[in-house]
């Protein structure tokens, strides 16, 4: 019965004390969910149950006058702990108010930080971006530094190796000097003793040079040596015209030790020059013609050469540059050139000069048609083969090489030795390599037709 008693005073008290309960529940959870000041974290919120719904059904209300002794203790406990309850939520409520108020300024503070962090953060990634921006110009500065230097070095570089060769060319034309001042101080000193040799000798002057079998060449001799150029051409013809001047009745040589062949103008003036001459010009070969002096050797009035001479023929060549018209106009000219000096060879060996073409490569891929003297007789590129050539118009002795002194610097590797009379100057390349200068061709219709398979002689 007490037990009974009991149960019921217990939830009467719990239907009591449930709204108020429920109220500072309400409460608590309100103040946990309210936003805290601007620029502060949010405290923390003091965990609260949430509010159960009663399963105890209401009843009629109970009249204290009908409670029992028990009861009515139970609800004064009831009261009591109500009481309770009350103050110990004020002072939670208070002690949680002390605590947001102690919250407040650490809240501050970590926002502060917060806040100064964000901003040094901030801070260091622009000057971190900016150091990156400089690092980067300084980079591609640096490089375009390095790039300059190594075009100034190889500037430099260049400029070296172009003084270098010029310093050889310097010295070989030095040396060459000397060699040709010494010769002349020997030729000097043995004047006196080259005259005294041959004060009693005469050249022969005979208007049928061949007799026996033997060519005499006179004084009356013209030397025609190394490329055909404009120099060597105003030297061959003003001698012509001199000899003509002295007599036009003894016959004049042109005697060629070794021509390549050379200028296409040049080589037609000295034949024009040939064929105006009142005294007869014969040409004698000893080694070697080609190409343009072939064309002289064979178009002369009268021609002579050794059995193991060499004469050969091919089509001209010219080395072109310009726009696509200057080369069709250089093309054009050459072919012209070529059908000029060539038809009156072919018409001299009874052949077109179709024919005389399709020949040239028959003979040899490279169209260069080369021939001994006795053959070159048969295709009548040549008028005599001798056996013997006496030049009776040498009459000093020459003076003989001597070796540099000591004290002089040892000259530098040099290209064989030509006559200066065709203006054509040796030289080194940047390899060291010997070759041949030709000077510019004045005519701008003008071509070179030179034989030259090895590649010594180079345009400017």
Sequence with gaps: MHSRSFLRAFALAVLVASPALAQTTKRAAAAAAAPDAPGFAPAAAI??????????????????????????????????M???????????????AKRTEELAPLNAEVYRLTTERSLRLAKAAAEAAALEDERAKLERQAALEAARSGARLTERSNKIRELEAEAKQLQLEAANTVARLSNEIQRFQKEDEARKVASKAKAKLLKEPLVDGVLYVSDRRISFNGVVTEQLADYVCQ?????????????????????PGGSVAAGYQIQKTMAASKAPVYVVVKGFAASMTAVICTLSERSFCYPNT???????????????????????????????????VAKKMGI???????????NDSTGDWQAFGDKAKELKWVDNVVERIEETSVLDLLPVPQPPAATMPMPLPQPPTRTEISGITSRLDDKGRPYFEL??????????????????????
């Design 310 to 344: 060499i004469i050969l023929h091919h089509q001209a060549s010219n080395a072109v540059r310009g726009n696509m018209t200057m080369l069709k106009e250089q093309i054009d000219f050459t072919s012209k050139w070529f059908d000029r000096l060539a038809t009156p």
């Design 82 to 96: 109500r009481g309770e309850k009350a103050r110990i939520d004020a002072e939670l409520a208070l002690a949680e």
């Design 47 to 80: 965990p609260t149950v949430p509010a159960q719904p009663t399963t105890v059904p209401p009843g009629a209300p109970i009249q204290r006058d009908e409670l029992t002794p028990e009861q009515k203790a139970s609800l004064k406990e009831v009261d009591r």
């Design 352 to 362: 077109s000069l179709e024919e005389f073409v399709k020949q040239m490569y028959a």
């Design 439 to 460: 000077p510019a061709l004045a005519n701008p219709f003008d071509a070179w037709w030179v034989y030259d398979p090895q590649g010594l002689y180079r345009a400017r």
């Design 239 to 259: 001698r012509i015209a001199f000899y003509n001047n002295q007599s036009s009745e003894f016959p004049i040589f042109i005697v060629v030790d070794n021509s």
